[in-house]
């Protein structure tokens, strides 16, 4: 999910700022997401069931 110029993984909620972190652009259902590297697996194994959805992590990361 893109928000106030970053770029956060819609499973963990990892930034850009974190440079350990490669964000990689993906769509559920209709909706563009973003996964980092290291849980790319757990979409792998996990579905679409470990993507939150951009509202889901908006309310997340604005707390
Ligand atoms: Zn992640």
Redesign the pocket.
């Given at each position: 999910m893109k928000l106030n110029e970053k770029v956060y993984?819609n499973?963990?909620g990892?930034n850009n700022e974190d440079p350990t972190k490669v964000l990689v652009q993906a769509v559920f259902g209709q909706n563009p997401v973003h996964?980092?590297t290291?849980?790319i697996p757990s979409v792998i194994h996990g579905g679409s069931d470990v993507v939150k959805t951009n509202d889901e992590l908006k309310a997340q990361v604005e707390g």
């Open positions: 993984c499973v963990c990892a996964i980092c290291s849980c």
